[in-house]
């Protein structure tokens, strides 16, 4: 078989961050690397940093990775695409448009002889009540509804000023060495970690959990069969996994030197 890949959190249109442009491309430059290697790719979430999807409208730019998304399935090859918490409102653009398989929860399935467990991460494990309650309105249908009434000029703005206001928060380098996301905290508070040995009891059946969101890399075995894999991000990490069939690897992408 081809190899499967898997990455996440390219929050593409950051305007938090420098070179957004570069960024794209890099990324579109590592799809076109791997594209006659792959069978399948799975995108895990926070793929945009913002995206909202009026009736007839849809977020301006992103064209060379939309384009090389459509390339991919063109030639059939599977994209799965997972929503993250910055780009929930994916609804049928990128399915009917880009020929994409979307994903609103996470899913299990079997690839080879392995059982997978795929998700973006947001809301497993995490008993932050703040974040909890934010993820709640923006999943709610009717508040979904509401937004949509905004005039796409505003929503979208709107949009990209809360994700770049959070992106801030989060990313330590961009607030002056100020606050952040906190490291790998170990198995005994990490979050998905504790998500993923839980969920692991009553499925002993699953051999490798796959999550993005975190933006650490990590890979850890949880019992004799099965593996926990965060997958860093495509901001600075430049991350991935990729399954041959057998094994299940992390990378990083290096231009010029890799060789996904």
């Known amino acids: 078989m081809k190899n499967i890949y898997f990455l996440s ?11 957004t442009r570069q960024q794209e491309r890099r990324l579109v430059r590592f799809l076109d690397e791997i594209k006659d290697k792959a069978e399948a790719v799975y995108l895990l979430g926070d793929m945009f940093d913002f995206w909202y999807e009026y009736r007839q409208v849809v977020p301006k730019g992103y064209t060379r ?10 030639m059939g090859v599977e994209v799965h695409f997972f929503t993250g918490n910055h780009d929930i409102w994916c609804w049928e653009y990128l399915q009917k448009e880009c020929g994409v398989s979307m994903h609103y929860q996470p899913i299990t399935l079997s690839i080879a002889d392995k059982t997978f467990y795929i998700g973006h991460g947001d809301g497993l494990g995490d008993t932050d009540r703040g974040f909890r309650f934010i993820r709640s309105i923006f999943h709610n249908r009717i508040c979904q509804r509401l937004f949509s009434w905004l005039h796409p000029d505003i929503g979208v703005s ?46 002993p059946d699953i051999n490798y959990f796959l999550f993005g969101h975190r933006h650490i890399e990590l890979d850890l075995m949880l019992s004799h069969d099965a593996r926990l894999f965060i997958l860093g991000d495509w901001i600075t990490q430049c991350t991935y996994a990729v399954f041959d069939g057998e094994h299940l690897f992390l990378e990083n992408y290096v231009e010029g030197e890799s060789n996904p």
């Open 65 to 74: 990775f939309l384009g090389k998304l459509s390339e991919l399935t063109d």
């Open 158 to 203: 709107f949009g990209l000023a809360w994700a770049k206001h959070s992106r801030i928060k989060h990313e330590p380098s961009l607030n002056n060495g100020i606050g952040g996301d906190p490291a790998y905290m170990g198995e005994d508070k990490e979050p998905l970690v504790l998500y993923a040995k839980d969920y692991l009891k009553s499925h």
């Open 9 to 19: 959190d390219a929050h593409l249109g950051c305007r938090a961050l420098k070179h």
